[in-house]
């Protein structure tokens, strides 16, 4: 169980291996929650550098994700781009105890928050 700080956003479960789920906001774009084949959870705004593909429909290999639109390759822990391509999107705090994510309540808007939690219960990716 972590501090205060930390809001409970989902289960590990409930993202796929290797795939994102979304955290919808009402009023700043999606935040994407990607899972690698260890485990790891990284959460990136779910916005590609390049022209603002959607991240969350990439293919997740190691700690990188590849964009669906142009094939740019972000780092999750960083969001950056990979060299020779250039730029980075927002990436925000996220870990994972005892199988729950959690993300940091600072960087979320309770309103947000809890809109988030409930899409997520019923499945809204
Ligand atoms: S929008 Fe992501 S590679 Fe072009």
């Known amino acids: 169980m972590l501090d205060d700080n930390w809001l409970a956003i989902c289960q590990i479960d409930d993202i796929p291996v290797l795939g994102a789920r979304l955290l919808r906001r009402a009023q700043h774009a999606d935040i994407a929650i990607f899972r690698n084949g260890e485990d ?17 429909q990439g293919i997740v290999h190691g700690e990188r994700v590849t964009c669906p639109l142009h094939g740019w390759q972000i780092g999750l822990g960083d969001g ?17 105890d005892k199988r729950t994510v959690y993300m940091l309540r600072s960087e979320l808007s309770q309103p947000e928050a809890a809109a988030n939690m409930q899409a997520l219960a019923a499945g809204a990716a």
Do not use: M, N
């Not at 959870?41 to 593909?53: E, I, M, S, T």
């Not at 250039?86 to 870990?95: E, K, L, N, S």
């Open 40 to 56: 790891k959870v990284f959460a990136v705004l779910d916005r590609c550098p390049h022209k603002g593909g959607p991240l969350s």
């Open 80 to 96: 950056c781009a990979l060299s020779p391509d250039a730029g980075c999107a927002p990436t925000f705090a996220v870990q994972c």
